[in-house]
């Protein structure tokens, strides 16, 4: 099975100012169609999760645009350019290359 | 509007069946696959199973293989867990998820009680 390991585990940030989640696999993410299956997803307090990035970089219909992905291979950032009162609640980076998907454990991103 | 409704979550005593639904609207349900996905409480996310459109390809997480089957009724838009042996670990929100590469949309969840 693919390991994801996120770091830090808990990033407190201060309203405005931006944040950086980073995702490492234990393998390539790499499928033998070329694409990397790395997405993030976001769960807010009481909420199921939501998509917000696909393919490492491409955002999901309607997620604002201070959210990107970047990286390849085995590494992977999530970054918000500016933290808003709505981005509190913990983000996961998932595997969907091969069976069994994988989530990362989790990055609670909490204000200041 | 994409909609996934999950029903049939409960508490169930150990060794116990339960049986989840998940009804989608909004989209044509046929052409999708589908996972269910859970949560153990104040915990992070699992996969559980996977579906392909037709239902001719199905695959399970280790911890539920032989236990969880999971079924399709394309006529009625809706995608089905039966859950048999219940363990306590078992215990957590059951959510559906549309599609593959990556699932995009997500149920609300229902939540399964594994206890005595």
């Known amino acids: 099975d693919i390991v994801m390991t996120q770091t830090p585990l808990s990033s407190p940030v201060t309203l405005g100012q931006p944040a950086s989640i980073s995702c490492r696999s234990s393998q390539s993410l790499v499928h033998s169609d070329g694409n990397t299956y790395l997405s993030w997803l976001q769960q807010r307090p009481g909420q199921p999760p939501r998509l917000l990035i696909y393919?490492?970089?491409n955002r999901f219909s309607g997620v604002p645009d201070r959210f990107s992905g970047s990286g390849a291979g085995t590494d992977f950032t999530l970054k918000i350019s500016r933290v808003e009162a709505e981005d509190v609640g913990v983000y996961y980076c998932m595997q969907t290359t091969q069976f069994p998907l994988t989530f990362g454990g989790g990055t609670k991103v909490e204000i200041k | 509007e994409v909609q996934l409704v999950e029903s049939g979550g409960g508490l169930v005593q150990p060794g116990g069946s339960l049986r989840l639904s998940c009804a989608g609207s909004?989209?044509?349900?046929?052409?999708?696959?589908m996972n269910w996905v859970r949560q153990a409480p104040g915990k992070g996310l699992e996969w559980v199973s996977f579906?392909?459109?037709?239902?001719?390809?199905?695959y399970y997480a280790d911890s539920v293989e032989g236990r969880f089957t999971i079924s399709r009724d394309n006529d009625k838009n809706s995608l089905y867990l039966q859950m048999n042996s219940l363990r306590a670990e078992d215990t957590a929100v059951y959510y559906c998820?549309?599609?593959?590469?990556?699932?995009?949309?997500w149920g609300q969840g229902t939540l399964v009680t594994v206890s005595s």
């Open positions: 393919k490492i970089s």
């Open positions: 998820a549309r599609g593959r590469r990556p699932p995009d949309y």
């Open positions: 579906i392909s459109s037709s239902g001719t390809t199905i």
């Open positions: 909004g989209f044509t349900f046929s052409n999708y696959v």
